[in-house]
Structure formats: structure tokens, C-alpha cells
């Protein structure tokens, strides 16, 4: 058999898997919460997912990335985006998101909440 790092469905899932932040492990070191990919009816690779609090700072690192900036240093409009994307992928549901998210983007909490309020008005239109 292909050494799994060499093996297509991994080069497949790669990308996916870093975006989630989550960990590939061997089939044989999965957990019960991993999530073991098969080729052809053989175990090849299993993907570890992240918590959930790891994945939404993931995501903040991400959207720094993408912003080529600390998200602190976007302006407003900016920063209203970064909340609506994040309350899109479920960034609040996450214990303490809005502390976190407030942090990230340099705003108090209050903000946060103006942010989400205002966009939530606007959808109620």
C-alpha cells in the first residue's frame, strides 16, 4: 500500500483539514472521536478535529492571514465584515467567542453586540 502521506485522499483532504485546523493521525492512533477516511474499503488516514475553542482561534488566525493584518489594525467596516463572517461560521455559539472575538479585533464586548444588533436590524428589514 501507498505510505498514507503519499496517498491521494490524503493530498485530497489536506487542505480541508488545515483549514479546520484539525490533526491527521494513522488509523491505527484514532480516537473515538476521530473521524477515520477509507480508499477502497481501507482505513488510510483519520482526521483529529479541533475544539472548538482552538478552532475559533484558527479561524482568527486565518482571517489575519487573509486581512495581511492584526485584525485590531482593520477599521470599522472591516470589522463589522469579520463579525458577520464569524457569526456566519457559528463563532458565537463557542464559549466565551465574544470575549475572544473582542480581543482579536481589539473592541470591547459592547461593540461586539452593536455589531451583531446592527446586523441583525438590518436582516429584519
Same mark, same amino acid.
Given at each position: $500500500?501507498?505510505?498514507? *502521506?503519499?496517498?491521494? &485522499?490524503? !493530498?485530497?483532504? /489536506? =487542505?480541508?483539514? %488545515?483549514?479546520?485546523?484539525?490533526?491527521?493521525? #494513522? =488509523?491505527?492512533? *484514532?480516537?473515538? %472521536?476521530? @473521524?477515520?477516511? *477509507?480508499?477502497? #474499503? +481501507?482505513?488510510?488516514? *483519520?482526521?483529529?478535529? =479541533?475544539? &472548538?475553542? %482552538?478552532? &475559533?482561534?484558527?479561524?482568527?488566525?486565518? $482571517?489575519?492571514?487573509?486581512?495581511? $493584518? =492584526?485584525?485590531?489594525?482593520?477599521?470599522? /467596516?472591516? /470589522?463589522?465584515?469579520?463579525?458577520?463572517?464569524?457569526?456566519?461560521?457559528?463563532?458565537?455559539?463557542?464559549?466565551?467567542?465574544? +470575549?475572544? @472575538?473582542? #480581543? !482579536?479585533?481589539?473592541?470591547?464586548?459592547?461593540?461586539?453586540?452593536?455589531?451583531?444588533?446592527? +446586523?441583525?436590524?438590518? /436582516?429584519?428589514?
Amino acid at each position: $500500500m501507498t505510505e498514507p *502521506a503519499d496517498h491521494p &485522499l490524503v !493530498a485530497a483532504v /489536506k =487542505p480541508l483539514v %488545515d483549514a479546520l485546523g484539525a490533526e491527521l493521525v #494513522g =488509523p491505527e492512533g *484514532a480516537g473515538i %472521536d476521530d @473521524v477515520v477516511l *477509507a480508499w477502497e #474499503g +481501507e482505513d488510510v488516514i *483519520a482526521v483529529r478535529l =479541533p475544539q &472548538l475553542s %482552538d478552532s &475559533l482561534d484558527h479561524i482568527l488566525a486565518a $482571517m489575519e492571514r487573509r486581512h495581511g $493584518m =492584526p485584525l485590531a489594525e482593520l477599521d470599522r /467596516k472591516a /470589522k463589522q465584515s469579520v463579525v458577520r463572517t464569524l457569526e456566519a461560521r457559528g463563532a458565537f455559539s463557542v464559549r466565551h467567542g465574544v +470575549e475572544t @472575538v473582542a #480581543g !482579536a479585533l481589539g473592541v470591547s464586548r459592547f461593540t461586539v453586540y452593536n455589531y451583531l444588533n446592527r +446586523e441583525n436590524a438590518a /436582516k429584519g428589514d
